[in-house]
């Protein structure tokens, strides 16, 4: 038995500057929804909190592009996903936004508690600051070359090519991306979260959990390992939650200490029982996130709930790997997405369709892809071939055989017996794989138990025992209709939507989890409603449009895709700074732990020299030896998972975001050549 009484689950507040697409819906949205809508189904206490994150630079970042104002900018996207999560079957018990008076009165009380009990360190430090535009920047507003890859496109918090995390000050070539100008370092209050102090008490608590998904709880190790340091929680942005404190003008809190706390304000708004769902220790607090998200759900949030005190922390953190999308990464200012509000409108009445399909896919250990095709064929060769089919067969066999009406037990065959016998076990499997949060294996016990019933069926062949043997026919149908009854039950979390047609189909009320196992659901006699088809076939002309959509969308965007401007003008003196050499990659190998670096032995000329290079994703390791390259020799060494980098690698961009070496033309040039 549970120890807990009642569970909080949440959603990762999606940012409200654009739509929500089938990364965010496979990452977090449809694994919380399933396991909410089977605690549901068991009778248990459960709110589902989730709203839009409708402040830090994205919102700003996207607002400045479209000429508006932020707060048209998520009044416009927050309508928009909330529309398409409803639609979506998405069940949240409320779907909040951080902008509301209560979220910004929460944030701020929680802020002030911990200012009053003197956990912040109050600190000046160097930021980057535009002359220009007359403000500090934002991490999000610097861009720059990343030391890691070499992305020039880099972010002043992270590259997100190669997915190192960044400092503003890391970048090679900042500028501001406001401006274009180069920002200066001017010194700025703020206050911060003394990682580095509560280290301890944030490693007892992730040593407590060394349950969660490997992918989480190794993670945070790696955190906890490098040591933790002090975060600023304020930031100098003039839109988000107020610091409510002297001396902090023209400042906001950090968006990642204000995000979170919209779980709770969400709850506030939802029920005046709030505290039972955020303050008692019989309550299950578990938030569904993406693996970006983990340091900021495992660390950084629950210190400032150990630091406020009354608090419970998360019990669990399932967080899901990435899926990429016919074999690339899903990026949204590239638009190489499916967006799900294009998707309701192309695929009406097929939410459950994609509902199986990511489910089925869900990226639970490790990256997954999305393909048009794929999405065909589960839908054809599985929901409309197998689940749909049993399904059909047996409702159209009992009208044609019996009236529409569920006939008697005849009697049982041993076989009979032993299929009852495995209808009852399947409500267990399903529900032990949910419970930790394994959603593809419940989904295919669910399949399995539809498989199980066409098995049966084309046995037993009706059609053909009607003449000679009506009652057999009579025991099989029976058989088959039960089983079609408990999946209506079972498959309820998975595909609501289907779930409720079947139950029309029965002509039966929608039943709780724990009636799921019973072999008698459906009563002698008890009238069936007409037939209908649960699914159809998706033809392959609505797959080809989609991805032809998909590919005319990203040939838009690189076609209207700008050259990246040119950089401030250095003087002579500057340049020659720079020594850039022609070198030879002798060996080549995967660096562990890191799926996108790769470590390099370059014969520079001057000496052999180990060179890590954000490459892995273009190039595979044995396919480079011997390649020449260009190569920056006197950029100062770096650390890079444990390995010192000396050197760089020059490398262009393409439009799509790949990357391509620059090498010589002439065959064989002398390695250590000097490039001018």
Known sequence: MSPFKRHTVTAALPYANGPVHIGHLAGCYLPADIYVRYLRSRGRDVVFICGSDEHGVPITIRARKEGCTP????????????????????????YSRTSSPVHHKTASDIFKNLYDKGIFEESLTEQYYDEKAGQFLADRYITGTCPNCQNPNAYGDQCERCGTSLSPTDLINPVSALTGEKPVLKETRNWFLPLDKLQPKIEKYIDSHSDWKPNVFGQCKSWLNQGLHPRAMTRDLDWGVKVPIKGAENKVLYVWFDAPIGYISATKELTKDWEKY?????????????KDNIVFHCIIFPAVLMCDGEYILPDNVPANEFLNLE???????????????????????????????????????????FTWKDFQAKNNNELVAILGNFVHRTHVLTWKYFEGKVPA??????????????????????????????????????????????KYLADNEPWKAITLNPKRVQTVLNVSLQICANLSVLMKPFMPFTADKLCTLLNMQPLSWDAAGNIHLLSDNHKLAESFMLFDRIEDEQIEKQVEKLHKSITVNLQAASVIPQKNTVTFEDFDKVDIRVGTIKSAEKVTGADKLLKLTVDTGIDMRTVVSGIAKYYEADKIIGQQVCILVNLAPRKLRGIESQGMILMAEEPDGSLVFVSPTKLNTANGGIVK
């Not at 008692?280 to 996130?289: A, G, M, P, Q, V």
């Not at 994609?354 to 990226?363: G, I, K, S, T």
């Open 71 to 94: 707060q048209e900018i998520v009044d416009k996207y927050h309508a928009l996903m909330k529309g398409s999560f409803e639609k979506f079957g998405i069940a949240f018990s409320i």
């Open 278 to 290: 955020w303050k008692d220790k019989e309550t299950r607090l578990i938030h569904f996130i993406g």
């Open 327 to 369: 074999g690339q990464k899903i990026s949204t200012s590239r638009n190489w997405a499916v967006w799900l509000h294009e998707y309701l409108e192309d695929f009406p009445g097929k939410q459950d369709v994609m509902r199986y399909v990511l489910c089925a896919n869900a990226p639970e250990t490790k990256d997954n892809d």
């Open 409 to 454: 037990v005849a009697e049982y065959t041993k076989a009979d017996l032993q299929v009852l016998e495995d209808i009852k076990g399947f409500p267990k499997k399903i529900a032990d794989a949910l419970e930790i949060f394994h959603f593809r294996e419940a989904l295919a016990e669910l399949m399995n138990l539809a498989r199980m019933g066409n």
